[in-house]
Structure formats: C-alpha cells, structure tokens
DNA sequence: CGCAATATGATATCAATC
DNA sequence: GATTGATATCATATTGCG
C-alpha cells in the first residue's frame, strides 16, 4: 500500500514495517474526497489523544478504502493515533485474534500486541490466497500452530471456532468477508447468516442484509420496495438507512402508568435464550447506532423507555433484551414521580413560572458555582415582588434544564448533592458514599448507571422463573444497578460475576454485597477485553451457566454530551459493546451445546 | 498528584413554518 | 417537502488549588 495515496505527502511516514503487512488491492473507493492522510512528521511522537479526536479523517478513509470496516478503523485509531499509521494497520489486522490470550501482563511499545506476534515470514497476500483453496479439506488444518499470527487465517479460523461457529461457516465468512476482514466482522458474518435463515424463505439468498461497509454499489431503490414488500414494516439492508425510530410517548412494551401495553411480541429464533440477556445504552445515539446493536444482539427489536414514567427524572435508554414482557410489576414503594415530591424542600421556592414536574437526564457532571451566581445575579436585577422579565425567565429555564438545578432558596438555584441522585436513579442512600470516594467520582458513576426502577421493571419476570435465585453475568457492571434491582425485587443472587473496570465502582459493588448480606458469591473481573472463552467456560463448570447476562456497555462515544469523541459505536470506549456481543455468543454458544 | 471547578458544541428529534 | 427553531443529552480537556 505504499505508494499509492501515500505518495502524495507523507513520504516520510514509513509503512513498511518488519512485519510486512501488505495490503493489496487498495481502492479508496468508499472514499469521495480523498486526500493524503495528514500525518505528523515526527509520527511516533505524537501523542494519542492529541489527534485522535478527529473523527472521519483522511487516514480513516484510506484504511476504509482499504477495506477494512468503519468501525474498527475508528477503534483502530483512537487506540494508537493518527501518528503511527504502521501502529493502526497493525491493530487492524490483529484486533480481536489476540483476545484469545488470557493474560495481558506486560504491554510492550506496539500498543496493540499483547501477545507474541511471530509472523511474517508469510506477507499475507500469497499465502491467504493458497490457504482458501486449499482449505476444503479441513484436515489440513493443523492445531500445532502455537504461534498466534493474527493477521493469518487460521488464527482467525480458530478463533471463529473457538466461538462456536462450525468450520464451515467461519471458511464461508473469510471467503465472503475478504482476508482482510477482523474477527469482529466474521462473527458479525457469520451471525447475520444465522440470524437470516429464516428469512431465507422470503428473501433471496443475495438480497441478505450486507452488514459491512465494504458494499461496493448501493443497491437502491429497487432492492429497497422489494424487501419492503417483502418484509413490511422493516428492511434489512444497510445502506440506505432506514434508521430505527424511537417511540413517541417512550414507554416501550409498556410501563406501569400508562395502559396502552403490548403483552406480546415474536422473538427472532436466534434470539431465544437460554440465556437471558439484557442490554442497555442511550437512546438518543447517532444514527445507525441502534441498528448496528440490534442487528448484532439477533434482530432485537430495542425497547425504548424513559425512565420518567418511573421516577422524577429522564432518562431515555434503549433496552435489548430476550425478556418475556408480560406480567411485568414495579418495585415498591413507587419511587417520587416529580420533583416536588423527591424534594419537598424545593417547593417553598419553586417559581410559578418553573414549570418543570420531571428533572432531565442525570448526567455525570453538574452546573457549576459561576453559573448558579451569573443566574442569581440575572435574577436579582429586576423588582422581587414580581416576577422577572420573560427574556430573563427563558434565560434561567434552558440552564435549569440543561444542569439539572433546583431551587434552594430565593433566587437561588443549585446542582443536585449525590445523595439526592442516588435517590433519584434508585439506589440505596449512601450507595456511592464513602471509602475514599470523591465527590466527583460519585457524580460519575451516578451519572453513568441505570436507573434501577426501570431495569426492575424489566427484570421482574425473572422472579417467577427463578424463584430459587439466579446466576448472574454483569458486564460493565458499574455501580450494581442490575445487582440492586435484581436484590429490590427479591430475586437471589446465586453466583455474580461483575466485570468492571473502574476500581472506584467495583469498591461500591463490593461494600454494597457485604452490606446486603449475600449468600451468593461475587467474582470481579477488571477487564472485559480479559474475559476469553476459556475463563467463561471455566466460570460457567464451576457453577453450570449463567441465567441473565446484564450489560450497558459505554456510552461516552454515543452521548450528545460528549464534544469531544462523540464517535459512535465504533469510538474507544463505546466499541466494546462488542464485547458484550462476543461474550454473550460465546455464552450462548456453550449452553446451547448442552453441557 | 488528586480533586474540584470551569468552559467547551455537536447531533438528533420534533414541531412549527415556509 | 425543505427550512428553521426549540429542546435534550450515562462527557472531556484544561486549569487552578491544596
């Protein structure tokens, strides 16, 4: 791939590496403007974070028109930056293969590897080619290979293998994927065949749902009324977006308050558990988000719900899940359903002219000091006795709205304390409080969790299935609040394995197990890049599999807070949604083996 | 260094309007 | 149907302080 658009400007970028990763047929089709990627001179040295912000540059494209996906060129580049473009290509050939290797002690300077990468004699280009034709016979593929090559088939195959997906298919996904494909997008392959049986009965096997970025030509309109025809309401092609819309009132299946419930739906066939899972994140995503999550998660429909039919705040979340919805019931006592209620101190100054019943989506910063005193002052200027102009009225109403404050005296408007949201959001008082937490830590993990009424609500089906308790996979567990929801609605909790990164939340998750007094055991795992087949398998003897499998995977790069990274699902943080996916197939793989 | 305070838009949807 | 305005949003980078 030297050579071609690299020519332009970036001599001085050496793409060669030891490892010798070519990359042919480079078409930067995909690609409308195409310029050199605009790589620092002094390439090695350039800080990560400092370039990688940008969210579709020019590099970005070179590697998509390369053929790798959107996705994890973006994974790939927030990772290493946009200065080490050798870095990149080299996590982009390696992601995902090397999560095979359970441990990951000693991260040397190639970022990415974690594990021995002995590989090159074989460039990949004459030696894939070979290695496809000759692969019908399966015999040839010899286990003796202790060497992990990621960017060769075989560790791809095996890895695919190791999944649970038959030879057969994980062969037909690198053949229709391209040898350039990641293990992600195989799996991603492989699923979508899956998931599409059924369908095959309506659909023409070419009229499949194309689920990578390597289409080569849209197929529009005609494919596009076909399947419409065909399937309705929905279209399974990716492309022209027929993006997911969210509900209008945003009550999913059903809430408690309102009557206007469905009791009933079709789950696709792929989607059927055992286990149980349940997926959260923002609804309010970038668009293709949600129907990148649903197409993974087996052609879920999301439910959308917010969470000020339970409670005095919003929270808009999308929800997948294999739940039955019938016979759903709320945690009791009902939580306050406004703010007057949740903070019956705020009602002696509470202005006529606030109209506000419901606090907005609680988020992980707060307003600060300079703004509630700038809202004082604006406030104070004109007569007391009456109420302030309209201008300074609407002024004061979009900050409230945008920060959340309450009215704690005259003219004076504040933040909400964390205990207050931890009220809020459904957690015990002083869940997040103590322990060397700081304060603005608790505002964090707060702000990142869910809130614990609606996942209840949700989860209370579980009660009937389970009445002698459940075993428990949480992934980016938090602060507990699948663990406390599951608790309030007095269903056991048999064996919990909580994987958890910040070392803060996994302190609340334990004091709060202690607290509790659980009979069960609780087996954290800091890393859920660590969780590999063998550790899951292993867990999954020792207490024979797991019953729900919870998960909210990060939505930094998703939330329109964000300014900075606000990358989609393929940016640092959010992309490991696609763990969550890896770890519930594998899951799913091993019970469905029966034991 | 940890912590707190502060400033910093962009994206998406919906409703009204042209 | 296109445009415009209103509204909402599980955040990050930087700076200053103790």
Known sequence: MDGNAAGEGDDNVDWNTEDELEVENYAASSCSSLTPPSVDAASGSVEASSLAGTSHSKLFCEFVGMGFSEKLVTKAIDEIGEGNPNAILESLLTYKVLENSPQEQDIDESTVVKEEVVDSDHSSSDYEGSFLNDFSDEDSYSESEEVI????????????????????????????????????????????????????????????????????????????????????????????????????????????????????????????????????????????????????????????????????????????????????????????????????????????????????????????????????????????????????????????RKWNLVWVGRNKLAPLEPDEVEMLLGFPKNHTRGGGISRTDRYKSLGNSFQVD???????????????????????SGIGGAEVALHRLGIPLKNVVSVEISEVNRNIMRSWWEQTNQKGSLIHIGDVQQLNGDRIEQLMNSFGGFDLIVGGSPCNNLAGSNRHSRDGLEGKESSLFYDYFRILDLVKCIMSKGQ
Request: charged share 25%; net charge neutral; hydrophobic share 35%.
């Open 454 to 476: 609606t996942v209840a609500y949700h989860l209370s089906v579980l009660k009937d299935l389970f009445p002698a308790g459940l075993n428990l996979l949480s992934l980016f």
């Open 149 to 400: 090559n990621p960017s060769s088939e075989e560790n791809k195959l095996s890895f695919l293998t190791d999944m649970g997906y038959t030879v057969e298919e994980a062969s037909i996904a690198i053949e229709r994927c391209g040898p350039d494909a990641s293990v992600a997008e195989l799996a991603d392959f492989i699923c979508a065949a899956q998931m599409s049986k059924e369908a095959d009965a309506l659909l023409g096997p070419e009229e499949k749902p194309r689920l990578f970025t390597k289409h080569k030509k849209r197929k529009h309109s005609d494919c596009d009324t076909w399947s419409k025809k065909r399937r309705g309401e929905k279209k399974l092609l990716r492309g022209d977006e027929e993006p997911i819309r969210l509900p209008n009132p945003m009550v999913g299946f059903g809430v408690p308050t309102e009557s206007s419930a469905i009791v009933h739906r079709t789950l696709p066939e792929a989607a059927i558990g055992p286990p149980y899972f349940y997926y959260e994140n923002v609804a309010l995503a970038p668009k293709g988000v949600w129907d990148t999550i649903s197409r993974f998660l087996y052609d879920v429909e999301p439910e959308f719900v917010d969470s000020k039919y339970f409670c005095a705040t919003a929270r808009k979340r999308g929800y997948v899940h294999n739940l039955p919805i019938n016979n759903r019931f709320p945690l009791l006592p009902l939580p306050p359903h406004t703010i007057h209620e949740a903070l019956p101190m705020t009602r002696k100054w509470w202005p006529s002219w606030d109209t506000r019943t419901k606090l907005n989506c609680l988020q992980t910063c707060i307003g600060s000091a300079k703004l509630t005193e700038r809202i004082r002052k604006a406030l104070e200027h004109h007569d007391s006795e009456s109420e302030p102009p309209l201008r300074i009225q609407k002024y004061v109403l979009d900050e409230c």
